[in-house]
């Protein structure tokens, strides 16, 4: 993507100039920005300015949140309450980068372009084609932080036993390795804070035991957690078999 530009194409020519105007992203958030206009750029908060510092966005965990699929009459086809990680604005920011900020998630649709008003309204065939992940990888992003922190709490458990710094280096290695393989890092600091506390992670862990059995009880927890967990993506062949879709009826 390319500030002055828009989105860009696999064949598109640069230069050394163009760095400054670049900037990475997802198939998602290209889609979302197709009809991106350059002369309106001064709208939207980008990453290297200095707006983005303030730490403009927070993530959201809402449950309950509609989800309906609608199929290619409009009618409804199905409907569930599920849990997501929506992107948006904070408070406590100047009014220019709350703009900034909300015209930012605007234009990439970083909630999907199927969200409004606390519901996602999505037809059959996209739901099938699994067009947009971005808020079920964000949950599953959120979900993982969330069995980390609490690896990493029991973990803090054994820092006074023999061996124990080496469960609690074991831990972090972990989790950044999931971390840095599901992406979504705002998300996992958001998951993080909230079932950490700030004096914990400070003061690295100060709730100890010196409960040998203890620990090697929660060992035992957190490697049968490790082998519980499913990394698998939704395909379109699951969603098929899961929800096969309204009956189709052959032309007269």
């Known amino acids: 993507f390319h500030k002055l530009r828009g989105n860009l194409e696999r064949d598109t020519r640069l230069t050394l100039d163009d760095w400054d105007n670049l900037l990475l992203i997802c198939g998602e958030c290209r889609e979302g920005a197709k009809d991106y206009n350059p002369q309106q750029r001064d709208h939207y908060l980008w990453p290297d300015s200095e707006m983005a510092s303030s730490y403009p966005f927070r993530y959201v965990k809402r449950d309950n949140v509609t989800y309906k699929v609608l199929d290619a009459e409009g009618n ?13 604005t904070a408070n406590d920011v100047a009014t220019n980068i709350l703009e900034a900020a909300k015209n930012t998630i605007a234009l990439f649709k970083l909630n999907t372009k199927y969200y409004d008003n606390n519901q996602i309204i999505i037809p059959y065939q996209d739901f099938i084609d699994v067009s947009d992940l971005r808020l079920e990888q964000r949950y599953e992003a959120y979900q993982a932080a969330t069995k980390a922190a609490g690896r990493l709490q029991r973990a803090a458990e054994t820092l006074v036993v023999p061996g124990g710094r080496e469960f609690v280096d074991n831990a972090l290695i972990l989790t950044n390795e999931i971390r840095e393989s599901m992406g979504y890092v705002s ?5 993080i804070l909230a079932n950490l506390d700030r004096e914990t992670l400070g003061k690295i862990f100060p709730n100890i035991t010196s409960n040998l059995k203890r620990r090697r009880e929660i060992e035992a927890e957190v490697e049968d957690e490790l082998l519980l967990e499913d990394d698998e993506r939704p395909t379109k062949r699951q969603r098929k078999e899961i929800w096969p879709g309204p009956p189709t ?3 007269v």
């Open 76 to 88: 409804l086809f199905k409907e569930e309450q599920r849990t997501f990680v929506f992107a948006e």
């Open 187 to 191: 998300t996992w600091k958001t998951a």
């Open 249 to 251: 009826v052959p032309p």
